[in-house]
Structures are given as structure tokens and as C-alpha cells.
């Protein structure tokens, strides 16, 4: 549904009451509305802000509910920061890594954690396994991931990514068993388990919109991450 510019304030507004944010938090996310819609670094087809407001920021805020116990957590295949930036921005005391291997995307996505005065975001330019490979292993207590790759890659990804106890939250559209058997496949394999699939309803007029949840209930087996590349194009499932 698109608004104009006096629409996406009042939006925005309605957001912030709805997932009680901070009042700085409406400003924060215009300004990253208008840089989306601006830069064309921004690794998006949906830069419109009376689009984006929903596309993207609604979006990524449904994920709130499942980051109450949460403190470190990394946006893997952040793109144009969504929902890493999002969240960010709604939850301030989190520390997040958006880990993105395009450098082009990182560009964008530093030049806004600076204009925003994200202090505690940081950009990481890497694959997700040579990430989990190196600084980045079991440190997360959540690793997100949004329109990236299937339930049985992002799984992969993640895994070796999570504290135990940890969750993966991948954003999906419509349900499709034959993916998720594939990926609970994967997840016995990686030390992960279904924890369950939420429909979400981000905004007025959306369809089909689910949150899928898996925790790290073992750990991850040594041999993972693969190598680079392996868990796309060779899924375990």
C-alpha cells in the first residue's frame, strides 16, 4: 500500500506505538527511508519510502517478539541492511553484525550506521562461513535472515554462528513443506531444531508472510561451516 510523504510519518508513528519504541526511533527511520530511497548503493527495487515503510521496516520489526532474551546478534546477507538496520534502530541496546559479502552493500550499509549514529552496529564484509570460520563462531544468541537463500542454506549458515541455545529467524513467504522437511533434515545434521513457524502480518493488506524458528539444541558438528559456497550449492538436505 503506498502513502505519501504525510502517510509513511503516520505510519511510522503507528509502528512506534505498536512496538513501543523509543520516540527518537521515527526520525531514525526516516532517514533511512530517504538515504534507501537516495543511494543508489541501496540494494533494493522497493526504495520508495511510502513502499519501503512496509516492505522493509514493518517487515523486519515482526521479528521483535523473539529478541526479548537476546544481546549479540548477526544479520546474515544484510543487503541493503534490512532487517539488521530496522532492528537496530527499534532495539538500541543490541549489538549486531550485518554480515554482507557484496562491498558494495557494506558501503551503504556503513554510511548508514554513521548517519544514524548506530554505535553499536558494525559491517562485516564476508561470506557467512568464512565469518563463522573466523571471528564470528559461536557468538550469536540469534542470527537473522531475510529473502536470502533456502531453509536448508540459511541453517547452514547459522549454525555454526549460534550460542547454544541460540535461534535462527528466516523470513519466508507461503509455506512450502517439500523446503521445510528439506530443511529439518539439515537441522538434525547441524545441531539445530524447528522451533516453529509464525505467520506474521506486517502490514495492512500483506499475504503470506511467515517467520521460520530453529534452535541450537546441540553443537554443531565439526566439518562445519563447508567450504565456501558448499552449503548453496550442495544443500545437506
Not at 543490541?94 to 558494525?122: G, N, P, Q
Not at 507461503?174 to 502490514?203: I, K, S, W
Request: proline content about 6%; charged content about 25%; some cysteine.
Amino acid at each position: 500500500m503506498k502513502r505519501r510523504d504525510g502517510g509513511v510519518a503516520a505510519r511510522l508513528e503507528a509502528l512506534t506505538a505498536q512496538w513501543s519504541l523509543d520516540p527518537r526511533a521515527a526520525a531514525q527511520l526516516t532517514q533511512l527511508l530517504t538515504m534507501l530511497r537516495d543511494d543508489p548503493r541501496a540494494a533494493t527495487s522497493v526504495r520508495e519510502p511510502a513502499e519501503a515503510v512496509d516492505v522493509h521496516v514493518a517487515d523486519s520489526l515482526t521479528a521483535l517478539p523473539w529478541l526479548n532474551d537476546v544481546h549479540r546478534l548477526a544479520d546474515v546477507g544484510s543487503g541493503a541492511g534490512f532487517p539488521g538496520l530496522a532492528i537496530a534502530i527499534a532495539r538500541p541496546g543490541l549489538y549486531i553484525d550485518l554480515v554482507e559479502s557484496v562491498s558494495r552493500k557494506c558501503e551503504f550499509m556503513r554510511d548508514a550506521v554513521a548517519a544514524l549514529e548506530l554505535e553499536r552496529v558494525r559491517v562485516v564484509d564476508s561470506r557467512a562461513e568464512d565469518w563463522a570460520r573466523g571471528d564470528g563462531g559461536e557468538r550469536y544468541e540469534a542470527v537473522l535472515a531475510r529473502a536470502v537463500a533456502p531453509l536448508a542454506t540459511l541453517a547452514e549458515y547459522a549454525a555454526p554462528l549460534l550460542v547454544a541455545g541460540g535461534r535462527l529467524i528466516a523470513w519466508k513467504g507461503a509455506r512450502d513443506a517439500g523446503e521445510e522437511e528439506a530443511a529439518a533434515r539439515a537441522a538434525a545434521q547441524l545441531g539445530l531444531a524447528p522451533a516453529g513457524v509464525e505467520r506474521t502480518h506486517p502490514y495492512p493488506g500483506s499475504r503470506a508472510h511467515t517467520l521460520h524458528l530453529y534452535e541450537k539444541v546441540r553443537p554443531t558438528p565439526a566439518g562445519f561451516p563447508r567450504r565456501t559456497g558448499a552449503a548453496r550449492k550442495r544443500p545437506l538436505a
